[in-house]
Nanobody
Framework: QVQLVESGGGLVQAGGSLRLSCACSGRTFSTYTMGWFRQAPGKEREFVAAISWSAGRTDYAGPVTGRFTISRDNAKNTVYLQMNSLKPEDTAVYYC???????????????????WGQGTQVTVSS
């Protein structure tokens, strides 16, 4: 059983920064590809960023490239999302997800991620 718990969300002004954390209970966390997704009211869940099990590969959605950075600490079973230069359009519930199947690629499709956290709200005011 894999459990994911996000933290670090909140209210921030445009141009500000937040760092989200996701703690994972899985014993083999170091083998999972980890992803961050977000969902704004009335919109579909969308891919934000992901990192391979070894942290050797990362992938970012276009709107966040250059502003967000995903990282992981396998010793702490935790994945992070550093968000800088936040914009009002970044407002959403952010979800952490785990792809526990070994794959040679990083998936952007949320259906490939079997485990999800409860989400953390990020609100960016203008």
């Amino acid at each position: 059983q894999v459990q994911l718990v996000e933290s670090g969300g909140g209210l921030v002004q445009a141009g500000g920064s937040l760092r989200l954390s996701c703690a994972c209970s899985g014993r083999t966390f170091s083998t999972y590809t980890m992803g961050w997704f977000r969902q704004a009211p009335g919109k579909e869940r969308e891919f934000v960023a992901a990192i391979s099990w070894s942290a050797g590969r990362t992938d970012y959605a276009g709107p966040v490239t250059g502003r967000f950075t995903i990282s992981r600490d396998n010793a702490k079973n935790t994945v992070y999302l550093q968000m800088n230069s936040l914009k009002p359009e970044d407002t959403a519930v952010y979800y952490c997800a785990a792809d526990v199947l070994y794959r040679p690629i990083i998936l952007r499709n949320f259906q490939g991620y079997a485990y999800w956290g409860q989400g953390t709200q990020v609100t960016v005011s203008s």
